[in-house]
């Protein structure tokens, strides 16, 4: 807001009061608002590259590869912090569309085209030797709400495409996802969750962010959704976040390889 004192007939003081009167007004509101949020996101950056095999080659191969991927990779300090995954899609509606999904994780923006731009410079002999070829290369920014506790192994994801109902903002769905992570954590839950906002190269859609839902191992995911149905579904926490969401669909699920 913007506020005009006029002086007239050397009544300045009143105005300066008045505004006084007013500030103290919207000061409830002013610290209201930034105190709204329960809790403060902490983004990471994250690729997401959409393949298929080249021809006589299979999720193996890829593994391989990603194993000569990460030793390139160990030698150059900027990607320390570059964490590879690779996915192998189970339950899809469209298995035929893709053979495996190449995940690059970084903690933000600077990191992550840091290292693409050595990988731009210098990778062009490995990425000849890449069993895939890529049909999509998809840029996001990630908000990680839960993890796993324990040591990853072969995993397992599942993705669904989340729409807010009206009115509701990321910041709103973010909160409720903690504190349903929370009380989830209490009744044996022990899955990671994130809200992927896709950004470049992303599939138009009408859906808000992206959820990601993983396990430490593809049995914990089984075991997780029983949990889920038995012990928190109805739970205060569930139904606030349900208030929120208007709709999650196209869920498909992969199993994770952590390439180190």
């Known amino acids: 807001n913007v506020y005009f004192i006029y002086i007239f007939n050397g009544e300045i003081m009143k105005n300066l009061t008045s505004m006084l009167a007013i500030f103290t007004l919207l000061l409830p509101a002013i610290t209201y608002a930034q105190d709204e949020y329960k809790y403060e996101p902490v983004p990471n950056k994250a690729e997401y590259y959409v393949d298929k095999f080249k021809p006589g080659k299979d999720f193996e191969d890829l593994l391989k590869w990603g194993e000569d991927l990460v030793k390139w990779t160990s030698k150059h300090s900027i990607y320390d912090n570059w964490q590879p995954v690779v996915f192998m899609p189970y339950f899809n509606s469209n298995s035929q569309?893709?053979?495996?999904?190449?995940?690059?994780?970084?903690?933000?923006?600077?990191?992550?085209?840091?290292?693409?731009?050595?990988?731009?410079?210098?990778?062009?002999e490995l990425l000849k030797k890449a069993p895939t070829i890529p049909v999509q290369a998809i840029?996001?920014?990630?908000?990680?709400?839960?993890?796993?506790?324990?040591?990853?192994?072969?995993?397992?994801?599942?993705?669904?495409?989340?729409?807010?109902?009206?009115?509701?903002?990321?910041?709103?769905?973010?909160?409720?996802?903690?504190?349903?992570?929370?009380?989830?954590?209490?009744?044996?839950?022990?899955?990671?969750?994130?809200?992927?906002?896709?950004?470049?190269?992303?599939?138009?859609?009408?859906?808000?962010?992206?959820?990601?839902?993983?396990?430490?191992?593809?049995?914990?995911?089984?075991?997780?959704?029983?949990?889920?149905?038995?012990?928190?579904?109805?739970?205060?926490?569930?139904?606030?976040?349900g208030e929120l969401i208007d709709s999650c669909s196209n869920s498909r699920i992969y199993i994770t390889h952590q390439l180190k």
């Open 97 to 124: 569309a893709l053979d495996s999904v190449f995940l690059g994780i970084w903690p933000n923006a600077t990191e992550q085209y840091v290292g693409l731009d050595y990988w731009i410079k210098n990778g062009a």
């Open 139 to 241: 840029d996001t920014w990630q908000w990680p709400i839960s993890s796993p506790e324990g040591d990853m192994e072969v995993g397992a994801v599942r993705f669904s495409d989340c729409k807010m109902k009206e009115g509701v903002n990321g910041r709103q769905v973010f909160d409720a996802y903690k504190d349903f992570a929370i009380a989830a954590r209490s009744k044996g839950d022990n899955l990671g969750r994130k809200m992927i906002f896709p950004g470049s190269g992303a599939t138009e859609g009408d859906y808000d962010y992206v959820y990601s839902l993983y396990a430490r191992t593809v049995a914990e995911l089984g075991a997780a959704s029983d949990n889920y149905w038995i012990n928190i579904n109805g739970s205060d926490e569930d139904k606030a976040l």
